[in-house]
Structure formats: C-alpha cells, structure tokens
C-alpha cells in the first residue's frame, strides 16, 4: 500500500510529462491514491468574478462558480479551508507565496483533520503546479479569461508579475482594469535584497502605441534596475526611451523604492498622483504630496535630473498608488469616483480584516459598479503594506488555523 509520502512523490514524478489539460486528474489520482473520495481545480477567472473548474479526465462538464457567493468563494477570498455543513467537502485555497490561484475542492467519507490536512499539502503542490504549467499552457490562460483579449492587453499583461508578492517584512498587490482591454497603464512590484521596488506607469492612449510605450516603459525600468540603476536612472531611461522611440506618447509615472530594515520609503512622481499613505486606518492627507515632476517622453531629464523625494513609515503603514483612470471614474450621472471614496474603500475593507488582495478586488469591483461597467479609461490600483516581521507567522499557519474552524453553507 502506498505512503502519503510515495503518493506525493508520484505526483511530483509524473507531472514533469503532463499538460495543462491532464493537471486536474493528475491531483485527483493523488487525492484518490491519499484516501479522498475526488477532488477538481478550480482557478479565479482575470477579474477575480469566478472560479473556473479545470477538465476533468472523465470528461466532466466545466462549472463555474461565483466568488462572491460561494462557499468556494468565501475560500478564495479569505484564503482560509472552508467546510461544507456535512463534513464531507472542504474548498482549500490554492495560493503561491500570497497570490491567490483558486480552490481545490476535496470529498470524502471521512475528512478528519489528519486527512485535511493533507489535503492542504495537495493543494500546495497543485497551486504550484498550476503556475509551471500557465507559463506554457494556453488551456490554464484561457481557463482565466471569459472573452477575447485585444492585443495591447495581451502584450501588457505578458509583461505584468504576479498581482501579489511580499514576504514577512511586506506585502504587494495591485490590479489592473479593463482587464481584457487595457490600453497604457502598467504596473511593476519586486523584491530585491534591500526591500520593495514599485513602479505605476500610465502611458497617453488607449491602443496598441499605448501599450508597447507601456512595456517599453516597464523594460526600460526592469533593465535599469538590475544593472543596478537608482530611481533617477530608471526614470531617465523611461525617458530617453520615449523620446527616441515613442515620439507622440507621454507617460506619468511613480517609482519608488521602500526599504525593509527600516521602513525608508523614496520615490520620484513624473506627472502622476502622488501617492496616498494610510496609518491606523485613516489617510493622512498631503503627507507624501510633493511637486511632481514633468511627465516622461519630453526628453527633459537628460539635463535636468528629477527629485528624488524620502519619508520614514511606521510599521503598519500602506501605500497606495494608483492611476488618474481610479479617481477621475464618473458614474453615468456624472459622480466623480474621487480620492476620498477610494481611500475610505481600501479602509473600510482592511478594518473589517480583508487581506490586501481582497480589499483591492472589492475596490475594482466597487469602481466597475460606479460607471456602469462601462470603464472608460485605465486605472491601476497597487497597495503596499510595511509589517516588519508582522505576517510570517500568519502566512504560514493560515490554512492550518482555520482547519480547526470549520465554515458553514
């Protein structure tokens, strides 16, 4: 009779040979062979509206389910093992550092807390597995959109990293709409070994010059950076870029570096909203306001540097940046989204506990809602929060506190 530890390995044996199609069976063989009665992949569609369920081998149809709704849902959005009423079913989050994937939903005669607890190492390894095979599987990418993308978004979105990244010191997350038809605005966030880069890009346009201005824009930040260029470096090049290259495009952009060790946040604004700073769950206003420089593509920079501006966060303290596409949204009565509606949902939502990930999602959805769903501009939205050694803890022992928490519905 096979081990659990022989099952795992077996999974991790044949997946290195199977496509994006043959995933789903593959984890449920591993589930059948652990003692589960089955089990099905579901991955959150591009706007985080749904979960899709990947093919099964047996030829089971697709479903879909809502995330706002469904017990399936309240997995994904909490990041937290949720359990049907009878027992029998529990939906695990499927999460890669702390990006949200999807659920796996695994049944049983007898789902006792040793065997869901396995279950949640199945869904480790099926969450990894389902970012390896994306990087190459049209099925996994097309399973997260519900219609055509234009071409401008696709070459945007190629450049785009995962929309949450952090560690025990930081997290990130950002979002990025319409999501099918985005047309200059882009976004960067990584880790290097002194803290968090951020980058929020918002070239003029909304057609395909606009997009390849963005990604050369995105480019020429990343090259800089890892030859070890300063923010004013990365921005000179943004700079020089457009102007030999993309001629009739302007772009405002925000860069900014934050420090972990000690929560020395700098930046350098080109034209762009200033970034809004969020303490003890209220906006101090004007705090990181600074006089902008020139927007990018002018060739100005050359010889005339930009400034490079510096505050010191408190732990606990987010960042928000975001795009003009986020406050100048009108409802079809003509309401202006505004600044203050968009910091004051970002806090009611982390007030009432939603992870970064979760309180940006409702944000997108709230902005959709207010023009109709009728997007009439770009709008970007990232937020960072500095939590010096606050969340490790929390990222590691999530699914295993609320194994012991069983949800209802």
Known sequence: ??????????????????????LAGLVEDAGRGMGLRGTALYVADLQQIRLVALPQPRGEGHRTLDVDTSLAGLA?????VQRSRDGGTAWLPMIDGVERLGVLMVKA?????????????????????????SSHSDLLVEAERSRAMTVQAELLWAFLPPRTIGTADVTSSALLEPAYDIGGDTFDHTLDDRGLHLTVIDSMGHDLAS??????????????RRSGGSLTDIVTSIDRILDEWFTDRLMTAVVAHL??????????????????LIRHGRVLPQVLAREPDLPLGWGFLVGSPPTEHSERLQPGDRILLYSDGVTD????????YGEERLA?????ATAAGAPAPEALRRLVHGLRRHQGH????????????????????EVRNRTGEASARPGGG
Do not use: F
């Open 1 to 22: 009779m096979s081990t659990y530890e022989d099952v795992l390995a077996d999974l991790l044996a044949r997946s290195h040979l199977l496509s994006g199609r043959e």
């Open 76 to 80: 994904y959005r909490t990041q937290r």
């Open 109 to 133: 005669a007898d789902l006792d807390d040793a065997l869901l607890g396995r279950s949640e190492t199945l869904a480790e390894i099926a969450a990894l597995l389902v970012v390896s095979k």
């Open 211 to 224: 997009g390849g201005a963005g990604a050369a824009g995105l480019a020429a930040c990343r090259a800089t």
């Open 259 to 276: 420090d972990t060790s000690d929560g020395r946040l700098t930046w350098i604004n080109c034209g762009h909203p200033p970034p809004l």
């Open 329 to 336: 949204a009108r409802s079809p009565e003509g309401d202006l």
């Open 344 to 348: 004051d949902t970002v806090i009611r």
């Open 374 to 393: 009728k997007l009439r501009d770009d709008a970007t939205i990232l937020l960072s929060e500095w939590h010096p050694g606050g969340r490790g803890a």
